[in-house]
């Protein structure tokens, strides 16, 4: 057995879809090429968001009295922002990244950077939030996986948009194919 093959293989079981085809009308395969760095970070994500949920808003309700009034409605907001942004991106980073949508990974990316990015530093580096060190460790992992999403996602997103675009050349190129089929193939769906 090709090692290609026992690494295609043993990714398509830890993450299933990863390189699932898709088949047209046409008998043209098109295949889901998911960006595996992308897809291991916001699987460990996943996993680590609950324990990271519930890790904050235990401790929030340690050192809540503790805070003045602006930094009770500011550290709400920020968590409460936080984990609303958190579940919402990381459904577009899947859907994105199995499924070659460019509008997904698109927002992904921009909700990363964005929203996300600058809450997660404003939560981890503010040092008047008075964080307990388990705390620390629980936002620095979260903040260590955002950057790593941000560098695969940019990738995924600039090799996902260029493979589509050269897909799309290819279909328009081909004479039994018109200008609508590739349109309509290409909504939102």
Request: with cysteine.
């Amino acid at each position: 057995m090709d090692w290609k093959e026992t690494v295609t293989q043993v990714s398509e079981r830890v993450f299933p879809g990863i390189s699932q085809k898709l088949n047209d009308n046409d008998n043209i395969e098109n295949e889901v090429t998911s960006n595996l760095p992308l897809q291991m970070a916001l699987y460990f994500n996943v996993v680590f968001a609950p324990i990271w949920i519930l890790i904050l808003l235990l401790f929030l309700k340690d050192n809540f009295y503790c805070y003045t009034e602006l930094y009770k409605f500011l550290t709400l907001t920020v968590i409460i922002a936080m984990i609303l942004i958190e579940l919402v991106r990381l459904y577009l980073g899947y859907e994105g990244n199995l499924r070659d949508k460019i509008p997904e990974l698109a927002g992904f990316w921009m909700l990363s950077v964005l929203l996300q990015l600058p809450l997660q530093a404003i939560l981890l580096c503010n040092p008047y939030f008075n964080l307990h060190v388990i705390e620390v460790i629980a936002q620095s992992v979260m903040f260590i996986l955002l950057v790593f999403e941000l560098i695969f996602g940019y990738q995924a997103l600039k090799f996902t948009s260029s493979n589509q675009a050269l897909y799309y050349k290819l279909m328009k190129l081909r004479s039994d194919v018109s200008e609508n089929d590739i349109e309509n193939k290409y909504k939102l769906s």
